[in-house]
């Protein structure tokens, strides 16, 4: 079983063994606030998609065998389901409206993705006039 709570900005996914009633695990991602966290929140998210075996429902490698049974279609479909929720979860009520029409966790990812790397590589382009500003003046 797992719970999802939000505090404080932060996603905290808890892992519980449902027979045993001990705690399994623990992750903690803070949101995705905008350009100033993609960064990191990107790298962060990765990992706890690829943790979570489902990063390739992000990347687009994972594939359902045309003669999947319903039962291997059940599950390809919840962990997509899976993937999509962990990303809609991370982000910020503000930055929501990026991903509110996307239907699959890799539309989603894209989404963010081709908005806040267009903004950090102009940030970068920003900071790096500024530098080498700085070091001709010198």
């Known amino acids: ?11 905290d996914l808890h892992y519980y063994s449902v027979m ?7 992750w903690s991602v803070e949101k995705l606030e905008g350009a100033e966290n993609w960064s990191t929140w990107k790298f962060q998210m ?10 390739n429902f992000v990347d687009g490698t994972a594939e359902l065998a045309e003669d999947a049974d319903d ?27 990026l991903i509110t029409s996307a239907e699959s ?13 267009r903004d ?4 970068n382009a920003v900071f790096e006039k500024a530098v080498f500003s700085h070091s001709d003046e010198g």
């Open 1 to 11: 079983m797992h719970v999802i709570d939000t505090v404080d900005g932060k996603t």
């Open 20 to 26: 045993a009633g001990s705690f399994e695990e623990k």
């Open 46 to 55: 990765k990992h706890l998609l690829l943790a979570k075996g489902l990063w």
């Open 71 to 97: 039962q291997a279609q059940a599950e390809y479909n919840q962990k997509m389901q899976k993937a999509f929720s962990t990303i809609v979860l991370a982000v910020s009520t503000k930055q929501l409206y």
């Open 105 to 117: 966790p890799q539309e989603a990812w894209e989404a963010l993705r081709v908005n806040f790397e």
């Open 120 to 123: 950090t590589l102009a940030n």
